[in-house]
């Protein structure tokens, strides 16, 4: 299963980007083979509007079952919610550490959007 | 005759001008509607006591996808193309995210397939109605809705074509100001004698004169601050259609949202004259 | 909220950091001179000046800048007069009247959705990026302040509020500030909205009329719909004691507590003439209270 982790880098040790819209990138992580690719996010970082269904769009397209990020608003949790993406808020430090705090089911699966919407 | 008051700060006595120039030239004779543009705040209604006789509920055209028809992945255009990010593609369809609609219509018109209808977002309330004789149009934006300006033309539009409309304009100097200020004939300026009113006096000077309309100035709460706002309206050659006088009486008055008219009498010959040099000034094809 | 939201809904690892934001609802109210009030008796703070279409807070804080960016946002169409050829396609579709009887684009009206682009056959029409503005990284007397300027007539969609509001939490994070204080925008609609949602706090100051009581329902109702705890602050108290009590009254009924009260007194406008915050214009009278709204909020804040 692949997951998409906001990350302020391209690598697992970088940390994680507690924006979720606005994410400078996501990772993108297939728990079953332990690989992983980086997802630019940069399209987005500037978009005037919607950038948080936007990045959920772009997510959803790699394929991701479920998303680790900061914080999400409303909009973009109907979105990911409609693509039966998981959310799962953390503020774990690094890409890498997230990930082990998802795999050990440490992280709590979010029911709803825990931001209210925003530009 | 179409007339806007706008004032570039808030809470300068905008209103105020408007609801008295309005209450002045109904006692006139005059066949006047007064347009509450400020549809964030709406508050002119409260000066003249309005009932209101209509009121009705303002939508956008915002798309719906017909998933029938759309073509889906294979397309896209819409999703693609969409200046405000407002639709994506999740879950094998597309999803449409109507509060950040603009209403353009780029969606519908690229469609191939014409698998996009339109349905309505709620914005708001446009009321009709009178009070102390006077006819009033407000608009009302619910609560939530962002955008203003679509809502001010609805109130611009349910005014009557005859007669003298005068719009009350939202504060500042953005987009909301400048919808109210469409096919406007002349425009009041409100000023106030204080260093923040100046500031802002100044910058709808500059937008008033970019889109080259005829401006004429009041001063509000004359004798309140100091005399920077007149000295520059005289530097700037602007007409100065009145000078409205500071008191804590005429402060306690618009608190009970009285009319000044009402309740102090000499306000009337300082508005039969701001009437007066308005005349003047639109005859002499004021700038 | 699921339990973990919860948890995660305070600032990570920035959560020393709390943002107070003052708006007013109407106009003319003192919101700006209550800012400064505050930033005069405030510590360790970030300004964020959110009002970007009227901005009068850099009038009493003398902003030294050091920092000036460009403020882009979106597009605006722009017709080529050599390929147009007038057939009028462009403004039969345009919904927002952005196009002039000789073919050019008016970019207060143009909202850049590019359908002109589409439906012109001659490929006359092209976009180009919108410069709507500027906003600055300045150095005030109390601290760090954040502020903008919207060009003249330009949407102010929100954007720009969002982008002072990010600065100042940088620049807070970076300087170890535990506040940042927000001079909010009017009304209820996108700035407002901008400059409110998922700040901590919000004063709501309001005055004895019935114009503000209304506008003050308002404004709370929009603080309600994203859940932002507030403090209401009566500004001019005894120029109408009728409406004071009404307001007192509504705040108790929705649980705002007990609303501050200032009094109607000249100092505003002298200080605002002499470029100070009230209290620097007259320490001994206004310290006080404006201290009292810090510890009013700060008991806001703790819950």
């Known amino acids: 299963m692949i997951i998409a982790v906001s990350s302020q880098g391209k690598s697992l040790k970088d940390p994680i980007d507690l924006r979720f819209g606005r994410a400078a990138h996501f990772i993108l992580y297939d728990t079953a083979s332990d690989e992983y690719r980086a997802l630019d996010n940069d399209n987005n970082l500037n978009a005037a509007q919607g950038a948080g269904i936007q990045a959920a769009q772009a997510v959803s397209r790699g394929k991701a079952e479920a998303v680790i990020t900061g914080h999400c608003g409303p909009k973009a949790f109907s979105a990911l919610q409609a693509g039966g993406i998981a959310v799962y808020l953390c503020k774990e430090n690094t890409v890498e550490e997230a990930i082990q705090a998802y795999k050990k089911g440490r992280l709590e699966q979010a029911e709803e959007a825990d931001r209210s919407a925003h530009w | 005759m179409r007339l806007a008051i706008i004032s570039g700060k808030g809470g300068t006595g905008k209103t105020t001008v408007a609801v008295n120039l309005a209450l002045y030239l109904h006692r006139e004779g005059e066949e ?58 999740m879950a094998e369809r597309v999803m449409v995210f109507p509060e950040l609609c603009h209403a353009c219509g780029l969606c519908s018109f690229l469609c191939p397939v014409q698998a996009v209808d339109e349905t309505t977002r709620d914005i708001g309330l446009v009321r009709r109605g009178k009070g102390l004789g006077v006819d009033i149009c407000s608009g009302l934006l619910r609560i939530g809705e962002a955008m203003a300006s679509p809502l001010i033309r609805r109130v611009l ?8 409309v005068i719009a009350d304009a939202p504060p500042g100097t953005s987009c909301p100001v400048m919808e109210t200020l469409r096919d406007v004939d002349y425009v009041i300026l409100v000023g106030e004698p204080t260093p923040f009113g100046l500031h802002d006096f100044k910058i709808a000077v500059e937008l008033v004169r970019k889109l080259g309309l005829a401006l004429g100035t009041v ?69 | ?47 964020g000046d959110c009002d970007v279409d009227a901005s009068d807070l850099h009038l009493i804080m ?37 196009i002039s009887e000789d073919y050019l684009v008016m970019e207060e009206y143009c909202e850049g959705c590019a359908l002109c682009l589409h439906v012109c056959p001659e490929s006359a029409v092209s976009m180009h990026d919108r410069h709507c503005g500027q906003w600055f990284s300045s150095r005030t007397r109390f601290g760090p302040m954040i502020h903008a300027c919207l060009g003249i007539g330009q949407e ?144 806001i804040l703790k819950h």
């Open chain 3, 156 to 299: 102010n969609s929100g954007k720009l509020v969002s982008i002072v509001r990010k600065v100042s939490h940088q620049t807070a994070q970076e300087k170890g500030a535990e506040n940042v204080l927000g001079d909010g925008a009017p009304g209820v609609g996108c700035p407002v909205i901008a400059s409110l949602s998922n700040a901590d706090m919000a004063l709501l100051i309001t005055e004895p009329t019935r114009s503000a009581f209304a506008d003050l329902r308002r404004v709370f109702d929009l603080t309600r719909h994203f859940k932002i705890p507030c403090l209401a602050v009566i500004n001019k108290a005894d120029l109408n004691p009728d409406i004071t009590v009404e307001i007192e009254r509504f705040c108790l009924e929705y649980g705002l507590g007990a609303p501050a009260k200032l009094p109607y007194d000249q100092d505003f406008t002298r200080a605002q003439i002499q470029g100070q915050s009230i209290v620097e214009y007259h320490p001994d009278k206004w310290t006080r209270p404006m201290q009292d709204i810090w510890k009013s909020a700060a008991e």
């Open chain 3, 62 to 98: 003398a902003p030294e800048i050091l920092e000036t960016h460009e403020f882009i946002s979106g597009q605006q169409a722009q017709i080529d007069p050599d390929l147009c050829t007038g057939c009028g396609l462009c403004r039969a579709y345009c919904r927002f009247q952005a």
């Open chain 2, 32 to 89: 006047v509607c007064l347009a509450d543009c400020d549809v964030e705040e709406p508050n002119a209604h409260f000066f003249l006591d309005a009932a209101w006789s209509r009121e009705n509920r303002q939508t956008v055209a915002v798309p719906e996808i017909d998933n029938a028809k759309c073509l889906g992945e294979s397309c896209l255009q819409c999703v693609n193309e969409c200046r405000f990010n407002s639709l994506i593609w």
């Open chain 2, 219 to 287: 001063i509000n709460r004359d004798q309140m601050g100091d005399d920077q706002l007149e000295k520059y309206i005289r530097h700037e050659r602007l007409p100065l259609l009145a000078r409205l006088p500071y008191s804590r009486q005429a402060a306690a008055a618009c608190s009970r949202a009285e009319p000044l008219l009402e309740a102090m009498p000499e306000f009337k010959e300082i508005y039969r004259n701001m009437w007066e040099n308005l005349q003047k000034e639109m005859q002499a094809g004021g700038k």
């Open chain 3, 1 to 47: 909220m699921g339990k973990l939201a919860k948890r995660n809904a305070g600032r990570g690892q920035i959560s020393i950091m709390q943002e107070i934001v003052v708006i007013s609802g109407k106009g003319g109210t003192g919101k700006t001179s209550l800012v400064s009030g505050l930033a005069a008796t405030g510590t360790r703070q970030v300004l």
């Open chain 2, 157 to 164: 539009k349910s005014t009557p074509g005859q007669g003298i």
